[in-house]
């Protein structure tokens, strides 16, 4: 058994108080089953992720993804949802009402953000519901998108993969590595920011199955540029440590996608790929971030004391 199955907030729900005061419908959901000795019974705990409000989305918006989804997983455990239940995010995008902002490569760093994120926060699994061809139709304010991969046909064929399809090739068969085994998750961070103190730059680590270190980095600057020094520290990563070695580089941004909207939808031009190179890495190297962009680097890592091979 698994639920509720909420349909997208970013704070709790709250209800008349109860008894003791309670006005969080979870956390009197949970004491039900507590009280009744049958929290046991509680296999998962799935809901849906659609964190902005439609017609209201600007550039911005994307600084707030990382504490929108990471707080509300915070807010679940907060009302009494035990350690050791699964949170699931069974169906998501960045907004509830699809426009252009779905296929823009606005959409495609949203869900690198978003993804990164959730699994930093303790997250179990998350799935893209919206991966049927359901081609591009007005949304808010007239703007043209769709909540799937594709543009399509009148007759649902297959036309172009949107950036979202791109964002997801990244996150599925380069950050991570496909298939069945264990990844363990740390925190990462950037120290560019632009006038307001938002974080311009934002980093999510992997140790794959494969041992290898997969670090997906996320420029949200849509203007510029960074060349950024990259450096691993703690236990895990045996203090202070850096790529060496040969190093994969994989980065999809607006240089490889740029919507094109047209009153009957919009296409894409350029559309992809994602380019790839490969790096011979050592403590000194400099990685460069190209504007509103997704780059995943992999690899192995070395303190800069010791000797590869």
Not at 80 to 98: A, H, Q, R, Y
Request: charged share 15%; aromatic share 14%.
């Amino acid at each position: 058994m698994g639920g509720p199955v909420y349909t997208g907030q970013n704070e709790d729900i709250v209800v008349w108080p109860d008894a003791q005061g309670k006005i969080s419908w979870t956390g009197r959901f949970l004491d039900y089953l507590k009280s009744h000795g049958r929290i046991q019974d509680l296999a998962f705990f799935p809901f849906e992720h659609y964190p902005y409000e439609p017609c209201k989305i600007s550039w911005s918006s994307l600084y707030d993804e990382p504490t929108l989804v990471s707080h509300i997983l915070q807010v679940w455990r907060d009302d009494g949802l035990p350690s050791n239940v699964p949170m699931f995010i069974t169906e998501s995008n960045n907004t509830w009402n699809t426009g252009e902002s779905s296929v823009d490569i606005f959409g495609a760093l949203w869900l690198a953000d978003y993804v990164g994120a959730f699994f930093n926060a303790g997250g179990k699994a998350l799935y893209y519901f919206h991966y049927l061809p359901l081609g591009v139709h007005e949304g808010c304010n007239d703007s043209m998108g769709t909540f799937g991969m594709f543009t399509t046909t009148g007759t649902y064929e297959i036309q172009q993969p949107t950036s979202q399809f791109f964002a997801s090739q990244l996150i599925n068969t380069e950050w991570v590595q496909p298939g069945n085994g264990v990844h363990k998750t740390f925190s990462g961070s950037g120290d560019i920011s632009d006038a307001a103190g938002h974080s311009l730059i934002t980093a999510y680590a992997l140790l794959r199955p494969d041992a290898q270190w997969s670090l997906m980095l996320v420029n949200r600057d849509q203007e510029n540029a960074y060349k950024v020094h990259i450096e691993f520290n703690g236990e895990a990563a045996g203090g202070k440590s850096f790529f060496t070695g040969p190093v994969t580089v994989i980065t999809f941004g607006s240089a490889q996608y740029q919507w094109h909207p047209t009153k009957e939808g919009g296409f894409p031009d350029p559309d992809g790929p994602a380019v790839r190179a490969s790096v011979n890495a050592s403590a000194d190297t400099v990685y460069e971030l190209p504007k509103a962009s997704i780059t995943v680097i992999r690899g192995t890592i070395a303190s800069s004391t010791m000797k590869t091979h």
